[in-house]
């Protein structure tokens, strides 16, 4: 009778399945095409060498030690900084006008484009400051760019620890730091370090920010401390694949299967840390 | 009539959740080494009240408070009390069990160690786990999650926890409620090993309850004490029209 | 011992924590100051009028043109094509995984796209340009290297896990009555979707449209390697573009003296570029919190 109505429900259900399965032809696709194309060029030595120009010649080694040094220096710097904020927000701020702007603030901050950090960064850390294209003058201005999803994040998780916990160490007489920093902080951990993690896998992957403030492409030595120049992962492969050489462009996916990996190990150890303390929720 | 010394003793005191009255005027006296038990029906006040005696009101936004509450004969609002300190003598167990996302060991020391205990620490766990008779189901376990023992396990933990900081009074919030029968029953026995020691004020639903386990019992209905007296006097002989219609379950 | 001191360490851990809620404060108040002075003497030196509605934005070679319309249209078009691509599949995907998944299903598919969302934006950059033009190039041969075309896909693919993952959110937010509403009165699960769980969710997917427009405006690496490099006042996707990110790329990647009109020319376009970003995510992230409210009461 209704056969219409059963036909276009098919139609409509296969419809939505043939949809997701191409988001995951896409993801497909794109990981296999940079493992296709990268893989040949990707060596060990690959991983020593210094840039060059000559694709054959050219490596990732300095790529490599700013990705980390900068990865450092950021986690050093924002992870203080954010889940202090959310300590705050979360267990000191009464819900009244000023706290509820600085929330908005936060959630406006995590919106900002990547560039227009950059942009700060460049006039702020590298002219005002006078920090020039330092380790320092990229980390800070990625601590930036990643302080509110750190910040969300474990506002997140410290908001996930169930209340009882709480009343529990007031009820013991303790004073609100020790209730917080003993009880509260440890419950959360899991939370906040996926946050944490998430946060600095967007610091290691961010271009923009670090071309704006003059993150060279062309670093033929090892970055020794926060005050050197640098070049990282990704700024290294937009180098590369912005140039016309086909040859340069079997590099710059050699240089992503690198930053994939140490992406996917990254998230990796978030996952394991989540599951390894699922218990306790 | 008794004559000893009320270790807590409110007068007058009024207390408001913004503009919606909770507690009207309730004067009463609680005196040491007793179980005192607060009945009346649900919103009648009672956990309102307890939560007063160690100032766990105090995070509640909006709340109002007034009339005098004395804690061995210290007027427990005045502006250079501390709650903290308050808390340290006044300790408290909640509905459900809430021990810390911690060890059992761990869940016994943290109070002390933040105020500063000088003693053995190991000793101090032992004799507040005897106590609150759960020593012999986790001594071999000590550093085990407290999350793995039963409801009624760890809600025993949490009276540990609250011995080990050698209170004076111990308020119980319902301890019971989220129990099974048999938890029940030996929470309640061990309530009546602690009252040689402790003062207890329970909060209980349950009027079996406070008939079994209290010495003294306090019926509060929407706000205002009704009745107050010895336990078995007010069971059995109540004065007041309302309490008798309570307790033998015309409402409630 | 810090516990021996509790009370003092107890006010300065919040005067400490204080503090640091301050780096925040400072980082909005410098965005908006810094952009604000520099775009102010960009405009002592251009007038608004010219840099809003000229059409010809050539800021780097004698004679100079600041109409910065080229690059708005360069970034519509990788907005619109984006939401274009990414709106029905995005959906689709809510919906199969709201509605009709089975669990397991469910709890693989939405952590493999996820990986999508992790993806940095340089790695979609070369995606296009070497996977997506080509393709596009075969298809269209009349395509230029650089496009409009691929970059908008490109952008779609990174704001697919955003938009899915929000209608999703939306579709299982719903209150489970209103879906049983729909199949006690005989509908087929293509009409509880169409005519009660959309319409119910709409509040809710408009704003993660809008969200999604705002993360596609500030896309910079992938649309700068895809969609070129020459502000073009077109509407042919098979042309090259700039967007007003990649023309900031362009400008920090030359030699441009600090101070000089060029160098003042980024962060005018930066300031508009914030200023429509920070609109959208305001009116975006109110009616996420609106419609909740509403969904939950």
């Known amino acids: ?281 | 009539m008794n004559q000893e010394a009320p270790i807590l003793k409110t007068e007058g005191l009024k207390i408001s959740y913004g503009s919606t009255p909770a507690i009207n005027g309730i004067s009463i006296e609680i005196r040491p080494n007793r179980v005192t038990a607060v009945i009346g029906p649900s919103g009648c006040g009672k956990s309102t009240l307890l939560r007063t005696f160690n100032r766990m009101n105090d995070f509640i936004p909006n709340i109002k408070t007034e009339g005098q509450v004395w804690f061995r004969g210290q007027n427990m609002f005045h502006p250079k009390v501390d709650p903290v300190n308050i808390r340290k003598h006044v300790g408290m167990v909640f509905q459900r069990p809430n021990p810390f996302p911690k060890s059992i060991y761990k869940n016994i020391t943290w109070g002390p160690t933040i105020h500063s205990y000088a003693g053995n620490l190991d000793e101090l766990v032992e004799k507040s786990l005897k106590r609150a008779a759960l020593w012999d189901e986790v001594k071999s376990r000590l550093h085990d999650s407290a999350f793995d023992l039963s409801g009624g396990q760890q809600q025993r933990l949490c009276i540990a926890r609250t011995i080990a900081m050698n209170p004076d009074v111990i308020l119980m919030d319902e301890p019971c409620s989220a129990l099974d029968p048999k938890a029940t029953a030996r929470i309640e026995d061990l309530i009546g090993e602690l009252r040689s020691r402790y003062t207890i004020v329970i909060v209980t639903h349950n009027m079996q309850q406070a008939a079994r386990i209290s010495d003294e019992t306090l019926f509060l209905y929407e706000g205002n004490l009704i009745e107050s007296g010895k336990t078995k006097a007010l069971f059995t002989n109540p004065t007041k029209q309302q309490t008798e219609d309570y307790i033998t379950g015309r409402f409630g | 011992m810090l516990h021996k001191h509790a009370k003092f360490v107890d006010v300065s851990f919040k005067g400490l924590l204080w503090l640091c809620i301050g780096a925040t404060l400072t980082t909005t108040t410098l965005v908006v100051v810094i952009l604000g002075t520099e775009a102010y003497h960009f405009f002592s030196l251009v007038p608004i009028t010219e840099f809003l509605f000229g059409t010809h934005w050539e800021p780097l070679i004698e004679p100079r043109s600041f109409g910065v319309l080229p690059l708005v249209c360069g970034t519509g078009m990788i907005v619109l094509g984006s939401i274009a691509f990414a709106l029905p599949i995005g959906l689709g995907i809510a919906t199969y995984l709201s509605e009709f998944a089975p669990n397991w299903v469910r709890s693989t598919i939405k952590p493999t796209l996820e990986i999508l969302a992790g993806i940095p934006t340089v790695v979609y950059g070369y995606f296009a340009l070497t996977f997506i033009t080509p393709i596009l190039r075969s298809l269209f041969p009349e395509t230029e290297i650089f496009n409009a075309a691929s970059g908008a896909i490109v952008v779609g693919i990174m704001i697919l896990p955003m938009i899915s993952s929000l209608c999703d959110d939306a579709f299982r937010g719903l209150p489970s009555s209103l879906r049983e509403g729909g199949y006690a009165l005989g509908a087929t699960p293509y009409e509880v979707v169409t005519r009660v769980v959309l319409p119910a969710a709409g509040g809710r997917i408009g704003a993660a449209v809008i969200l999604a427009v705002s993360r596609a405006i500030g896309e910079t690496m992938a649309v700068t390697l895809a969609a070129g490099a020459s502000p073009n006042l077109t509407a042919n996707p098979f042309e090259s573009i700039q967007t007003m990110t990649a023309y900031i790329v362009q400008v920090s990647l030359g030699d441009t003296p600090v101070g000089g009109v060029e160098y003042l020319t980024c962060f005018a376009v930066a300031g508009l570029l914030f200023t429509i970003t920070f609109i959208m995510n305001v009116i975006g992230s109110q009616l996420l919190l609106k419609t909740q409210w509403q969904s939950r009461s």
């Not at chain 1, 032809?25 to 060059?52: C, M, N």
């Not at chain 1, 013991?172 to 020790?178: E, F, M, S």
């Open chain 1, 1 to 281: 009778m209704n056969t219409w109505r059963y036909r276009r429900q098919a139609l409509f259900l296969w419809m939505c399945r043939a949809l997701t399965l191409l988001a995951l032809i896409i993801l497909g696709s794109l990981i296999l095409h940079i493992a296709k194309e990268g893989v040949s060029t990707l060596s060990l030595d690959f991983l020593h060498r210094f840039p060059s120009r000559f694709p054959h010649k050219a490596g990732l080694k300095s790529a490599l030690y700013g990705t980390l040094w900068i990865m450092c220096l950021t986690a050093l710097i924002a992870v203080p900084f954010g889940i202090a904020t959310a300590i705050y927000l979360e267990e000191y701020s009464t819900k009244n006008r000023f706290s509820r702007w600085i929330q908005i603030n936060i959630t406006n901050l995590a919106g900002i484009p990547s560039i227009v950090y950059g942009l700060l960064g460049l006039t702020v850390f590298v002219r005002y400051l006078n920090m020039g294209q330092s380790l320092w003058a990229g980390a800070l201005t990625l601590s930036l760019l990643v302080l509110p999803i750190i910040v969300i994040a474990s506002q997140e998780a410290i908001r996930a620890v169930p209340n009882p916990i709480r009343e529990a160490g007031y009820a013991l007489g303790a004073h609100p730091w020790q209730v917080i920093l003993c009880q509260v902080v440890p419950a959360a951990l899991p939370g906040i370090m996926t946050g944490v993690i998430l946060a600095l896998s967007r610091a290691i992957g961010e271009s923009a920010p670090l071309i704006m403030i003059g993150a060279l492409s062309y670093v033929a030595f090892v970055p020794e401390g926060p005050g050197d120049a640098f070049t990282v992962l990704p700024v290294q492969i937009f180098n590369w694949a912005s140039r016309p050489q086909v040859s340069f462009h079997a590099i710059a996916a050699s240089g992503i299967i690198v930053l994939l990996c140490v992406l996917f190990t990254m998230n990796l150890i978030a996952v394991l840390i989540r599951h390894k303390f699922q218990r306790y929720k």
